[in-house]
């Protein structure tokens, strides 16, 4: 048997593991914080910039999308957006020299955690055609080459306009005015792998893809249900909410394959009472299985149905009969299809004792105001639709939307990825967005749909697609199936990245390649009409200004908004009816803009000038109204779906460690998980171990299995026997990527189902 990590594994690393944590934050969280930020940025740059992070006067952390509460702390970041903060304000520098020195065939070897940590880009760069290394590029040569490449293109179709969410709302709009201008509607974005079922499932059910909860109530909440999702690491600052829901008497259930740190126990780091204590946070953990969820939900609404009906009288009222009535649609058929059932068949998808649903569905009916919050552990499945839809089904049962401290909580990602879909960042546009647009700018926007990410790899494939442009973010690494993807991407004529950071990349190009340099949220943005402000939307719909205060990390950066322009200008040439260079000059233009495209941003500027900013309207949370198809709040009926695993096999979900922020790494350890030093390790259950007769602490290969017969391979994972729910395992995602089969996707969303790899375990080769 391996116990040894194989030679030649690319990260280098050695994983120990530990007993795994029961609380998160506290003093540790501390130290570290300033331990990594110090690493980066020195101690007077630290203290600077963190004191300005989430301030009405300073910049929005380009961490997670959590809102700000009204009333802000000195300190209004966590341990993971000062991280965030730090990647970006380090002094490190990626100069022409690193890439005399670097030939692309060299960083292609290179690990996502080493790209990441030479530090910040300072020159726009280009490789050519046969070239061996990027070379300093002038910006003007760096337009005049895309500007070829489109212009070669047979259609506007073969160009592909990527965004990752941290795009602020000014340079996302002007974005996808060019993109549309230009004619077409390739516009995947970063929500294609991450929220999209939420979105697809919001709209239909409710009329609106966005949560219908404000900060304040999850205050006033009852009862808190957070399922697939894992705050702790990846919404720190959601643990502060969730602990004064508890003061004000809120009941938490978690549900989650793995008892994940944050939800066990929260020590606040900005009262000295939690810093000692703490607070515990779950009431009840619901230790489900992969992909068990959508059965979860149903059976609770047969028992608040039976409930509602019994005749002790006990639950009577558990069903908001005027509600229903008033505002929804579709009741009896999904009420038909709840009552259909089956206990079994949900222990056996679940893996929960009845005891536990039982004493699941005593809270639910105890609460009168009840939100349920997730991430992508519900979003990432082949039936990730369906499940969300029955999560608003079970909340419109009883009245749980359009009233304080109630409603639907999906927790967003990247920092701005849901004012990015705001501001038209979507490849399947609505058609009142176009007509707004057509009627504001004058050109004729092409209507039919465009690629979302799975079809724009397809398309790069099988060469239809020629041009790849990224606004931010790791395509290759972030996209599933990475070789298939890689090979795509190499078939490109031309990729262009704009970007902060050195990423793979930028080392799995197209014939030729450009690396674009931009501006960070914590820097300076110096434009005609003096300093400039952007604006971004949180995951409750709030929009607020940012503003950077740092010295840009190079001379030769320009801001997104600025970068847009002048392609704009470069490849729409003459016949652009849009003022660019103003927009360039003066974001404030561009607000205006907005204002007068986007519902709910009438007057912009003026409203954003207000500290805090403004909340967007919803109309489900604010005046219980659902533009939907039919006009009221749809009820669903679909079939149970859940993973059904082949003898031997377990169900892979792809995770983010405490050290990540997706494919940004910025160090090797997973703290509350117990893991050090490594992240080539595959968490699993211990009776799954013995069964399978795979030794806590060997080395295994993990082998994905799909229809397509296709064998795809992860060499070299250490084993760590761990409490994750029996048949589920858990590995870091970007390097499980080369696991996830690129149809392996959800319904209707798209979504890759990174969440559900079947696989099989293999002992890895000893040499
Ligand atoms: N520090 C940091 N912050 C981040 C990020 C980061 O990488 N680092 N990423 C940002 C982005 S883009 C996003 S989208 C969010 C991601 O935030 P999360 O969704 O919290 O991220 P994941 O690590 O993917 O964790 C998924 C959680 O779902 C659970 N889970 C997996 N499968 C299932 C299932 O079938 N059912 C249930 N009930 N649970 C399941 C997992 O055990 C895990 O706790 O975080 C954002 N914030
Ligand atoms: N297997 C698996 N795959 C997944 C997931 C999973 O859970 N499992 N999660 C999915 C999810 S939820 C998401 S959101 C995607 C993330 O996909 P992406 O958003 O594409 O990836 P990131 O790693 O967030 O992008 C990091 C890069 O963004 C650039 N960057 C950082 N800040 C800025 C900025 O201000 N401007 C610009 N222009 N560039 C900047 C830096 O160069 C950095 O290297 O991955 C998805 N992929
Ligand atoms: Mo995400």
Redesign the pocket.
């Known amino acids: 048997m391996a116990t040894k990590p194989p030679k030649g594994d690319p990260v280098q690393d050695a994983p120990q593991v530990a007993e795994p944590q029961h609380a998160a934050a506290g003093l540790p969280a501390i130290g570290h914080t300033l331990r990594v930020a110090q690493r980066q940025m020195g101690v007077k740059r630290t203290m600077l910039t963190l004191l300005s992070v989430n301030q009405k006067n300073g910049f929005d952390c380009p961490?997670?999308a959590w809102p700000e509460p009204e009333h802000r702390h000195k300190a209004e970041f966590c341990e993971?957006g000062a991280?965030a903060v730090a990647e970006e304000a380090t002094l490190r520098r990626v100069t022409p020299e690193f890439f005399a020195a670097h030939p692309v065939a060299d960083l292609a070897t290179r690990s996502g955690y080493w790209l990441g940590q030479q530090g910040r880009l300072t020159h726009p760069m280009f490789l050519p055609e046969g070239g061996t290394h990027y070379e300093p590029v002038s910006w003007e040569r760096a337009f005049d080459i895309i500007g070829e490449e489109i212009a070669a293109c047979d259609s506007p179709d073969e160009s592909v306009f990527y965004t990752s969410?941290r795009t602020s709302n000014e340079a996302a709009f002007l974005y996808q005015l060019f993109a549309r201008e230009l004619g077409t509607n390739n516009l995947p974005d970063?929500s294609n792998m991450?929220?999209e079922s939420s979105g697809s499932a919001l709209s239909e059910t409710i009329g609106i893809g966005k949560g219908s909860v404000l900060l304040e109530d999850l205050h006033k909440a009852d009862l808190i249900i957070v399922?697939?999702?894992?705050?702790g690491?990846?919404?720190p600052r959601m643990l502060s909410a969730l602990e004064k829901a508890k003061a004000g008497g809120a009941k938490i259930i978690s549900?989650?394959?793995?008892p994940?740190a944050g939800l066990e126990k929260f020590k606040n780091p900005q009262t000295p009472q939690g810093m000692i204590k703490g607070a515990a946070l779950t009431d009840l953990f619901l230790q489900?299985r992969?992909?068990?969820?959508q059965a979860l939900f149903r059976l609770l609404n047969k028992l608040i149905l039976a409930a509602h009906n019994s005749a002790s009288g006990a639950g009577r009222g558990a069903v908001d009969e005027d509600f229903i009535a008033e505002h929804t649609h579709g009741y009896e058929e999904f009420a038909a299809a709840a009552r259909a059932a089956d206990w079994d068949e949900t222990l056996t998808a679940t893996g929960l004792t009845r005891a536990d649903i039982e004493q699941a569905l005593d809270m639910v009916l105890a609460s009168r105001r009840t939100i349920v919050c997730w991430?992508?552990?519900?979003t990432q499945?082949k039936h990730s639709v369906p499940t969300i839809r029955e999560v608003v089904n079970f909340l419109l049962l009883r009245g749980n939307i359009g009233r304080p401290g109630a409603g639907v909580c999906p927790v967003?990602?990247?920092s701005n990825?849901q004012g990015d879909r705001t501001m038209g960042i979507f490849e399947r546009p609505a058609p009142a967005f176009l007509d707004a647009l057509e009627k504001e700018f004058g050109f004729a926007p092409p209507r039919e749909h465009g690629y979302d990410v799975v079809r724009a790899i397809h398309a790069l494939r099988d060469g239809r697609a020629k041009v790849f442009f990224a606004m931010g973010g790791n395509f290759v690494a972030a996209t599933p199936d990475t070789d298939v993807t890689e090979a795509a991407m190499r078939r490109a004529r031309l990729t262009v990245h704009v970007s902060t950071k050195l990423n793979r990349s930028h080392a799995v190009t197209g014939a030729r390649a450009l690396i674009l340099p931009t501006l960070g949220r914590t820097e300076r943005d110096l434009q005609g009409a003096g300093e400039q402000f952007v604006t971004v939307e949180d995951s409750m719909g709030m929009v607020h200004a940012s503003r950077g205060r740092l010295e840009p990390a190079s001379a030769h950066l320009l801001s997104e908004p600025a970068i847009v322009c002048r392609l704009a200008r470069r490849v729409l040439g003459e016949n652009s009816v849009t003022p660019w260079e103003e927009f360039e000059k003066d974001y404030a233009t561009i607000r205006d803009r907005i204002a007068r495209v986007i519902p709910g941003f009438e007057d912009f500027n003026a409203r954003v000038a207000h500290p805090g900013g403004f909340t967007l309207p919803h109309a489900p949370r604010d005046e219980r109204r659902f533009p939907t198809a039919t006009g009221k709040a749809n009820f669903t009926a679909a079939p149970v779906e859940y993973p059904r695993l082949p003898e031997g096999r377990l169900l892979l979900?792809t995770?983010?460690s405490h050290d990540?922020?997706?494919t940004t790494i910025y160090g090797l350890d997973d703290r509350y998980r117990g893991i050090r030093n490594g992240r080539r390790v595959v968490m699993i259950n211990p009776a799954d171990g013995r069964r399978l007769g795979i030794a806590d602490g060997s080395y295994v290969d993990l082998v994905s299995e799909w229809k397509d017969g296709v064998e795809r391979r992860a060499p070299g994972f250490r084993v760590a026997h761990y409490p994750t729910a029996p048949g589920c395992a858990?590995a870091y995602y970007p390097e499980t990527n080369v696991l996830v089969p690129l149809d392996a996707t959800a319904d209707t969303s798209n979504t890759p189902a990174s969440?559900?790899v079947v696989v099989r375990l293999e002992q890895s080769a000893t040499d």
């Open positions: 961490g997670c993971n991280k969410g970063c991450c929220h399922a697939g999702q894992n705050p690491t990846n919404h549900v989650n394959p793995l994940e489900i992969i992909g068990g969820d991430a992508m552990g519900l499945h967003r990602g990247h990825v979900q995770l983010r990540q922020y997706n858990a969440k559900s």
